[in-house]
C-alpha cells in the first residue's frame, strides 16, 4: 500500500514562489512515474507536471518554463518548484504515482494519490 502526503502549500502573491513537496512510503518509488495534478473549485483534475523513473518531464503548457517538477529517490520525494505564480494557479494540488515507469496526462493512469494541499495565490 502506497502513501502519498503532500505539503509545502499556502498562500502567495501573484508572482511569488512555492515549492511543493510529497514524500511516498510503501513500494519502490524510484521504480515509478510520478504526477502533479491541481483541482480548482468547480474544475476537473488537471495534469500539471510529471517526472518518469529516469528523470524525464513534461508539464502542461500553462505552467512551462515556471514550473518545475523534481525527485529525490533516496528520500522518496517529489518536488513541484512553482515560479512567477499567477491567480489562476490557484488550486489543490496533488501527487500521484502512476502504474509504470513514465509520466501520463491522465488521471486514470495513476494508481495512488495523496490527499492534496491547497495554494492560493492573491493578487
Known amino acids: 500500500q502506497v502513501e502519498l502526503v503532500e505539503s509545502g502549500g499556502g498562500l502567495v502573491q501573484a508572482g511569488g514562489s512555492l515549492r511543493l513537496a510529497c514524500v511516498a512510503s510503501?513500494?519502490?518509488?524510484?521504480?515509478?512515474?510520478m504526477g502533479w495534478f491541481r483541482q480548482a473549485p468547480g474544475k476537473e483534475r488537471e495534469f500539471v507536471g510529471g517526472?518518469?523513473?529516469?528523470?524525464?518531464?513534461m508539464y502542461a503548457d500553462s505552467v512551462k518554463g515556471r514550473f518545475i517538477v523534481s525527485r529525490h529517490n533516496a528520500k522518496n520525494t517529489v518536488y513541484l518548484q512553482m515560479n512567477s505564480l499567477k491567480d489562476e494557479d490557484t488550486a489543490a494540488y496533488f501527487c500521484?504515482?502512476?502504474?509504470?515507469?513514465?509520466?501520463?496526462?491522465?488521471?486514470?493512469?495513476?494508481?495512488?494519490w495523496g490527499q492534496g494541499t491547497q495554494v492560493t495565490v492573491s493578487s
Open positions: 510503501g513500494g519502490r518509488f524510484s521504480n515509478y512515474g
Open positions: 500521484a504515482r502512476a502504474a509504470a515507469e513514465l509520466v501520463y496526462f491522465a488521471p486514470p493512469a495513476y494508481v495512488s
Open positions: 517526472i518518469a523513473s529516469g528523470g524525464a518531464t
